[in-house]
């Protein structure tokens, strides 16, 4: 928990130009475009079974919920700002520095996941797409590239009926989840894969979603734990491996003129300090493709 605030601290003193802002709380309205009312109520209320909060991986606590309802709302208000929707212009990029729960499905969390604020974030700005643009854009189309070591088996469930929401997963084909869901698109990895396998794996995955999906948003879960000695990771990206990947996720959305808000996702190291030192680079990629998007619009 404590790489959060470590995060925040180093955004703030070294990326002075990123505007940093508190999470919102996602409503119970909001929530319920990816989870069933019944989980939402069990969540609120304290109502989980001992076998659901062992699944999810910690105990319930009115903190707990209020830190999962802004886990979601912080991916809902980057993918706001991201679009740009009710401003005059796409904000171009745009993040939450949690989030990243993937594991959670319609009807229940897992793997330390309790609402996947991908999937509530994805659902939401379509409706407000559409309450905005209707009677002139087509509907919202959104990919979902999630690159945390363990498949978004959540996400992929939520979704796998949803030809609207394109769900791609590059990860560990030994890891969490044993029973993975299929995504629209998954790319299993060895243990041990390397920087060059795994960005070889990663162009060819982004070059099938061009082929099969044209997005208006991407949400980007950009896990660290990738990261050569992650706890819970079995992979072996270096840090510049990690920052390659970035750059190409961030380039083919930019490339393309599409929106991209991203989350944090996981992140398990031996030494926090190194979790942190991946993800202050991707807000440092992130920075300059915001500017990109800033110099396009002036």
Not at 154 to 170: E, H, N
Not at 245 to 263: N, S
Not at 266 to 276: D, F, L, P, R, W
Request: with cysteine; net charge negative; proline share 4%.
């Amino acid at each position: 928990m404590a790489k959060y605030a470590r995060l925040r601290d180093r955004v703030a003193k070294e990326l002075t130009s990123v505007r940093l802002f508190e999470a919102p709380r996602a409503s119970d309205g909001e929530l319920a475009l990816a989870h069933s009312p019944a989980y939402i109520q069990a969540v609120a209320n304290g109502e989980l079974s001992a076998l659901a909060l062992r699944e999810i991986g910690f105990p319930w606590s009115p903190d707990m919920v209020e830190r999962s309802r802004r886990s979601a709302g912080a991916t809902v208000a980057a993918a706001r700002v991201a679009l740009g929707l009710g401003a005059e212009r796409p904000g171009g990029v745009a993040a939450n520095m949690a989030g990243g729960t993937h594991h959670a499905t319609a009807d229940k969390g897992g793997g330390f996941c309790v609402f996947n604020d991908a999937a509530v974030a994805a659902r939401l700005m379509q409706a407000e797409w559409a309450r905005y643009y209707a009677h002139h854009r087509a509907p919202l189309k959104v990919a979902v590239i999630d690159l945390d070591v363990h498949q978004g088996n959540g996400t992929a469930s939520i979704f796998k009926t949803d030809d609207s929401v394109f769900t791609l997963s590059l990860h560990g084909q030994n890891n969490f989840p044993f029973r993975k869901e299929a995504s629209d698109l998954d790319v299993d990895l060895p243990d041990g894969c390397d920087d060059e396998a795994y960005l070889h794996a990663l162009e060819g995955a982004l070059a099938v979603l061009d082929q099969q999906f044209q997005p208006g948003l991407v949400i980007y879960l950009a896990g660290a734990d990738p990261l050569e000695g992650d706890r819970l990771g079995r992979l072996s990206l270096s840090f510049d491996g990690l920052e390659s990947r970035d750059r190409r996720v961030f380039d083919w959305a930019w490339q393309r003129r599409v929106p991209l808000a991203f989350a944090m996702a996981g992140g398990y190291g031996v030494n926090i300090e190194e979790t942190v030192q991946v993800q202050i680079n991707t807000y440092r990629v992130a920075l300059q493709y915001w500017e990109s998007w800033q110099r396009l619009q002036r």
